[in-house]
């Protein structure tokens, strides 16, 4: 099984930057696809960005070139925000899915971003 735990989080005011993190523990070895989610207030959760073990990324149509995944191994991965708008204050989760087809979510970590 596979552990996650995601750290960086903050305060931000519009227009800086903050840089996410997870760690994954356990059975790393079976992540196909790692990423990121999101959830503001009142909404459903969505997609922000993914990378597979392949290194192909996706990124959702908000990112606007504002943010990049990556990672050093298959045991951590980041997410690099610039140009932080009101409108990315969320929790942000990490994800991944394993070649089993599980589905492994973080605790999440709170992003807020105001003056």
């Known amino acids: 099984q596979v552990q996650l735990a995601e750290s960086g989080g903050g305060l931000v005011r519009p227009g800086g930057s903050l840089d996410l993190s997870c760690a994954a523990s356990g059975n790393t070895f079976g992540i196909e696809t790692m990423g990121w989610y999101r959830q503001a207030p009142g909404k459903q959760r969505e997609l922000v960005a993914t990378l597979s073990r392949g290194g192909a990324t996706n990124y959702a149509g908000f990112v606007e070139g504002r943010f990049r995944i990556f990672k050093d191994n298959f045991k951590a991965w980041y997410l690099q925000m610039d140009s932080l708008k009101s409108e990315d204050t969320a929790i942000y989760y990490c994800?991944?899915?394993?070649?089993?087809?599980?589905?492994?979510w973080g605790q999440g970590t709170q992003v807020t971003v105001s003056s």
């Open positions: 994800y991944c899915r394993t070649y089993m087809r599980a589905e492994i």
